[in-house]
T-cell receptor, first 116, second 114 residues
Framework: GAGVSQSPSNKVTEKGKDVELRCDPI?????LYWYRQSLGQGLEFLIY????????KSGLPSDRFSAERTGGSVSTLTIQRTQQEDSAVYLC??????????????FGPGTRLTVL | AQSVAQPEDQVNVAEGNPLTVKCTYS??????LFWYVQYPNRGLQFLLK??????LVKGSYGFEAEFNKSQTSFHLKKPSALVSDSALYFC????????????FGKGTMLLVSP
């Protein structure tokens, strides 16, 4: 079956603009995660969704960042008033159920965001 | 808090030679350990994981990893490296009582020369 897909693959924006990044998880996966990968910071957890439960937003770096997941499937990560330090690769992952710590997370190809 | 250390930024090995990419972890409780690989401009691909049982775990593409509880390590190994193994490798950990998310190491770049 299809893996995790993300769009766009690349996004260039100007400082101060808002951007939306999209993630389509693997069909049937109830848990969805967003991570950020940047030079010098490695992979940082941002937010995760499990089914219809309230998302864990504890990794979001500021209130400019938000995410939603519609219908328990597709997720959108929104960054408002982008800053240059937001430039990074944003990775989405999904797993069958986050209730199990043994679950494997499967990652999408990422969206490379460049803020000029 | 849980953490992962990958002490080498880069590992160089000649094709055909064995390779080791090191990983150590720090957790409270039993660890669940994962290795992922990232090729240029690609997302992370799952290689293998240790949950319980046999300390030697076999994964994709001929890779294996050995869980050592006393040394809190989970080194990735392959008996004979290929040029196509050149990529960025990430070790990650999570625990039963911790986050459901993964805590990643900084990554190790593996370069296999012909």
């Amino acid at each position: 079956g299809a893996g995790v897909s993300q769009s766009p693959s690349n996004k260039v924006t100007e400082k101060g603009k808002d951007v939306e990044l999209r993630c389509d998880p693997i069909s049937g996966h109830t848990a969805l995660y967003w991570y950020r990968q940047s030079l010098g910071q490695g992979l940082e957890f941002l937010i995760y969704f499990q089914g219809n439960s309230a998302p864990d937003k504890s990794g979001l770096p500021s209130d400019r960042f938000s995410a939603e997941r519609t219908g328990g499937s597709v997720s959108t990560l929104t960054i408002q008033r982008t800053q240059q330090e937001d430039s990074a690769v944003y990775l989405c992952a999904s797993s069958l159920a986050s209730g199990s710590s043994t679950d494997t997370q499967y990652f999408g190809p990422g969206t490379r965001l460049t803020v000029l | 808090a849980q953490s992962v250390a990958q002490p080498e930024d880069q590992v160089n090995v000649a094709e055909g030679n064995p390779l080791t990419v090191k990983c150590t972890y720090s957790v409270s409780g039993n660890p669940y350990l994962f290795w992922y690989v990232q090729y240029p401009n690609r997302g992370l691909q799952f290689l293998l994981k240790y949950i319980t049982g046999d300390n030697l775990v076999k994964g994709s593409y001929g890779f294996e990893a050995e869980f050592n509880k006393s040394q809190t390590s989970f080194h990735l190994k392959k008996p004979s490296a290929l040029v196509s193994d050149s990529a960025l490798y990430f070790c990650a950990v999570r625990t039963l009582s911790g986050y459901s998310t993964l805590t990643f190491g900084k990554g190790t770049m593996l370069l296999v020369s012909p």
